[in-house]
């Protein structure tokens, strides 16, 4: 079993900066990419952002250029650098990890994050 804590949502400014943490513990052995999902009321929950343990990384066009994700594999944890905030990034933003295995890919996205309100606004 993963357990996946996230700390560091609040509410912001748009244009100001905030940073999401993640820290994975358990079966950590079992991970290879950590992600960040989001879902803002009345919409689809969306892919935000992933990194595997070898440090590739994928974005969403909404927030390329925007966006960072990282991990220090060594504290098992990942985070996501979130600048230039918008009132579109309102969402709950939720951790992810996969069930894959350090430096293997799979399907087995089943490890939640209890979920991280960020709120953009003036």
């Known amino acids: 079993q993963v357990q996946l804590v996230e700390s560091g949502g609040g509410l912001v400014q748009p244009g100001r900066s905030l940073t999401l943490s993640c820290v994975a513990s358990g079966s950590v052995l079992s991970i290879n990419a950590m992600g960040w999902y989001r879902q803002a009321p009345g919409k689809e929950r969306e892919l935000v952002a992933t990194i595997t343990y070898g440090a590739s990384t994928f974005y969403a066009d909404s927030v390329k250029g925007r966006f960072t994700i990282s991990r220090d594999n060594a504290k098992n944890t990942v985070y996501l650098q979130m600048n230039s905030l918008k009132p579109e990034d309102t969402a709950v933003y939720y951790c992810?990890?996969?069930?894959?295995?350090?430096?293997?890919?799979?399907?087995?996205?089943?490890?939640w994050g209890q979920g991280s309100q960020v709120t953009v606004s003036s």
């Open positions: 992810n990890a996969d069930n894959c295995g350090r430096g293997y890919y799979c399907n087995e996205n089943i490890y």
